[in-house]
């Protein structure tokens, strides 16, 4: 192993950190892509668009906001109580569920 000034394990370490942080976020946004296609058919297949007469990619959307915005609030809440709270962990613990899922474990 060759050692650079200045590049120590530590600066490895948070390069290796970063990586994974943008895998998480990559498997996040294709399992997100999925989960919206899915509210998009299952709105379409049900009809539900023409009571709004909205889209239903706009109503996908608008659920898939609404999720987002309470995964936040339970965020925020849990640090206001002062409780461990880790979006990405919570992230990472549902992905691998749904891995286990999809390998039918």
Same mark, same amino acid.
Request: aromatic share 6%.
């Given at each position: &192993?060759? /050692?650079? @000034?200045?590049?120590?394990?530590?600066?490895?370490?948070?390069?290796?950190?970063?990586? &994974?942080?943008?895998?998480? *976020?990559?498997? =996040?946004? #294709?399992? +997100?892509?999925?989960?919206?296609?899915?509210?998009?058919?299952?709105? #379409? $297949? #049900?009809?539900?668009? !023409?009571?709004? *007469? =909205?889209? *239903? %990619?706009?109503?996908?959307? /608008?659920? &898939?906001?609404?999720?987002?915005? /309470?995964?936040?609030?339970?965020?925020?809440?849990?640090?206001? %109580? $002062?409780?461990? #709270?880790?979006? /990405?962990?919570?992230?990472?613990?549902?992905? +691998?569920?749904? @891995?286990?899922? *999809?390998? !039918?474990?």
């Amino acid at each position: &192993m060759v /050692f650079v @000034a200045g590049q120590g394990p530590s600066e490895d370490i948070d390069k290796g950190k970063k990586k &994974m942080k943008g895998l998480k *976020d990559r498997i =996040t946004d #294709h399992k +997100k892509k999925g989960l919206k296609e899915g509210l998009k058919a299952l709105i #379409h $297949s #049900h009809l539900r668009e !023409g009571d709004s *007469d =909205t889209p *239903d %990619y706009l109503l996908a959307e /608008f659920l &898939m906001g609404c999720l987002e915005a /309470f995964e936040l609030a339970v965020n925020k809440r849990d640090g206001w %109580y $002062s409780l461990p #709270h880790d979006m /990405f962990d919570r992230k990472e613990r549902r992905l +691998k569920e749904e @891995a286990k899922e *999809d390998k !039918g474990e």
